[in-house]
């Protein structure tokens, strides 16, 4: 079999050294709002979290708020554990739990609305030019 690429000795280097500058992303500590019946989760990156309760999965749902109190991070902070409850929360569920499809939908429609391009600035231009958007007519029937 013949290797479309060859690997450089320079490419395996330069991997390397991104792989050493890499941000390691962990769970640093977390608490529980039992006020507002939420968790909250701060990462090794300085960014934090807020998961209501309704969002966790049912078995922790099931739990009264008292007893989510005590939470430790396990050692490599890749998981939450509620001693009191007997159960935990790994970080790709807390993620998950977040990112679902109407939020993903969301984002890319606002990443897609604020593309920029040479095309959409000269249809500004244009319609500007003849008076911006067109005023609402007068005799216009109300949505009932």
């Given amino acids: 079999m013949k290797l479309a690429h060859r ?9 390397r050294e991104r792989g050493a500058t890499a941000v390691d992303f962990r769970i640093d500590h977390a608490a529980y709002d039992v006020v507002n019946d939420d968790l909250i989760v701060a990462f090794s990156t300085g960014g934090s979290l807020t998961l209501p ?9 099931a739990v009264p708020s008292e007893r989510l109190s005590e ?16 159960e935990g ?34 249809a500004a231009r244009v ?5 911006g958007r067109p005023k609402k007519s007068a005799t216009a029937v109300p949505f009932l």
Avoid: H, Y
């Fill in 7 to 15: 690997v450089s000795d320079a490419s395996i280097k330069v991997a």
């Fill in 53 to 61: 309760k309704r969002r966790m999965p049912e078995v922790i749902r």
């Fill in 71 to 86: 939470i430790e991070v396990e050692p490599l902070g890749r998981a939450l554990w509620f001693p009191l409850v007997d």
């Fill in 89 to 122: 929360m790994t970080l790709s569920t807390i993620v998950e739990t977040l990112i679902t499809p109407s939020w993903l939908r969301t984002r890319a429609a606002q990443m897609a609305g604020s593309t920029v391009s040479e095309a959409k600035a000269k």
């Fill in 127 to 131: 319609n500007g030019a003849s008076g």
